[in-house]
């Protein structure tokens, strides 16, 4: 009779846990389902390209008027497109639903443990331990949680941090594994970041990946639609909510031992673009407008059209550097730059174009204007409380997605699925994984290496004295919000008589708080180009200083 009961009690228990295994499946699927149908509906959606830099910032009508277009266009494109939400979520993560964000937990923890393990793996992965590491991680995990507890009225300072750009892997594969684990796991811990939308939120890829790659806190931007796209506000508002973003500055994925970024082009040369993978037949690629074109430049549409006709891409990022230091240049000089490039790829004579990050290029002495986009001091000028800057520069990603110096496409190392076999079985197969670059066992793209990633951070960046010195010039610079006013009523002369609720009021006496106005000024531009140089000489020498030591 007991040995009854106990069977009975046996097979009631097998029972009872295979109906919890059973409807634990089903909770978990059907939330997982209805998260990534969340972020399938908030998803972010690209923007056509329509470089409007031309508009003239002296104007403030002109100004708003700009930005209420690129609002509208942006919510228009939402409105075409299947199963989307009309706007855009909330940039405060307070007013987020609650299944987008369980969507970015899922996108976040995935990828965030995914990396762990493929990195930690693959070969060695060293962060240089140090006083700036513990600043970096001081200002991403504790100072931040300090503001969203003090829940203070004025506007939270965010945390920018830049680096150098070595591989289309860098993100996520630096960015996730830059935090400790049991926090890099939590959405409200990690980075916010861009994406060329060609690449992340192409129209040819599966919607879902493009909302998987949302939900992982990750922004499109449009190459060549310079400093006055919307895209680059709506990731400024993130900042200005007092988050981690992140941004490469060079523009582009450089592996030389130095920073990349622009060169000073010779006169009569403009700047190619090789596909990114290789082979490739693409012959689209979008146009790289230079960020510092002055205002009051606009191309010819004809001779921009021409640009496509051949498998090299003209580049226009660097045409103005064709022309000297200076921005501005007629439209004569210009017809004839588009009209001799294109008899030059009638003629299939490529000799007046260079690629980036080519030796060709490379050889070139860099830029005046610098060798960093401007958009990223426009975020740190703008910003409501100016945000903490932190540099840091890495280095072995190259050697997963190494680049031909020649043509500069990127390739996959041949040996990848080899490499991907845990490192310590390959010390018990009796392989070397620690061996100096200089080895005879592997070549100058790390076949036959195992990864080995190395980073280091730098001292916090301070632009107040910059920032001041404008302001004492030019007068007080507009700050973009964390969020959209309510209501904004434009008035005669173009001012916006609106309240922000992330920016207080002023005080009773002093002057008016200015408003967004998002096309720089020239005046604004010079203050960009200076905070981006202060960037460049402190990313320059870490680049240098960690690629010395590989």
């Known amino acids: 009779m007991t040995m009854t009961a106990s069977s009975s009690a046996a097979s009631s228990s097998r029972r009872y846990l295979k109906s919890c295994f059973k409807y ?97 793996t693959y070969g060695r992965y060293e962060i240089i331990q140090d006083e700036q590491y513990k600043n970096f991680l001081y200002a991403a995990i504790i100072a931040r949680r300090e503001q969203q507890q003090q829940q203070q009225s004025f506007p939270p300072r965010g945390l920018l941090t830049v680096s150098n750009h070595r591989s289309l892997f860098d993100d996520p594969g630096i960015l996730s594994c830059l935090l400790p684990l049991p926090i890099a796991v939590q959405p409200h811990h990690q980075r916010w970041g861009i994406c060329s939308q060609e690449y992340c939120f192409n129209d040819a890829l599966p919607i879902l990946c493009k909302a998987y790659i949302g939900a992982g806190q990750v922004l499109p931007i449009c190459r060549g639609n310079g400093i006055n796209q919307q895209l680059l506000l709506d990731f400024g508002r993130h900042l200005a909510n007092g988050e981690w973003c992140h941004v490469f500055p060079e523009g582009g994925v450089w592996q030389w031992k130095e920073l990349g970024g622009r060169r000073e082009l010779p006169e009569g040369y403009v700047l190619g673009s090789a596909s990114d993978f290789a082979p490739s037949t693409n012959t689209h690629h979008h146009q790289e407008v230079d960020d510092k074109k002055s205002c009051g430049e606009k191309e010819d549409a004809n001779n921009t059209k021409n640009n496509f006709t051949t498998n090299v891409k003209i580049d226009k990022r660097d045409i103005n550097d064709s022309k000297g230091s200076g921005g501005n240049s007629n439209s004569n000089n210009k017809s004839n730059i588009y009209s001799h490039n294109t008899n030059n790829n009638t003629n299939n004579n490529d000799k007046r174009i260079i690629i980036p990050a080519t030796t060709d290029h490379k050889s070139l002495p860099p830029s005046p204007k610098g060798k960093l986009k401007w958009g990223v001091g426009k975020l740190i000028a703008h910003a409501p409380i100016t945000p903490r800057v932190i540099p840091f520069a890495h280095c072995g990603m190259e050697k997963l997605l190494p680049q031909d110096e020649i043509s500069g ?142």
């Open 24 to 120: 634990t499946k089903i909770t978990l699927a059907t939330i997982f389902t209805a998260s990534m149908t969340a972020a399938t509906y908030y998803r972010p959606i690209a923007a056509d390209y329509n470089y409007d830099d031309d508009a003239s910032p002296s104007l403030s009508s002109s100004s708003n008027n700009f930005n209420n277009a690129n609002s509208n266009s942006n919510n228009n494109r939402r409105m075409q497109q299947p199963f989307c939400s009309p706007t855009a979520p909330p940039w405060n993560r307070e007013h987020v639903p609650i299944l987008l964000q369980w969507a970015r937990s899922i996108s976040i923890g995935v990828t965030t443990l995914a990396i762990r393990f493929v990195m930690n």
């Open 409 to 550: 496409k990127t390739y996959l190392r041949t040996d990848f699925l080899e490499s991907l076999v845990p490192s310590f079985l390959l010390l018990l197969l009796g392989h070397n994984i620690s061996d100096d670059e200089g080895s005879s066992s592997k070549d100058d793209n790390g076949f036959g290496q195992a990864l080995q990633v190395r980073i280091q951070f730098g001292h916090e960046i301070n632009f107040d004295d910059l920032i001041q010195e404008h302001e004492d010039k030019h007068g007080k610079l507009w700050k973009y919000r964390g969020k959209e006013p309510a209501l904004a009523t434009i008035h005669g002369g173009g001012e916006k008589n609106s309240t922000s609720t992330c920016t207080p009021p002023p005080a009773v006496g002093t002057a008016t708080v200015p408003q967004e106005n998002w096309v720089s000024s020239s005046e604004e531009r010079i203050l960009y180009s200076k905070i981006v140089k202060r960037i460049e000489v402190h990313l320059e020498v870490l680049t240098k200083e960690v690629c010395s030591k590989q």
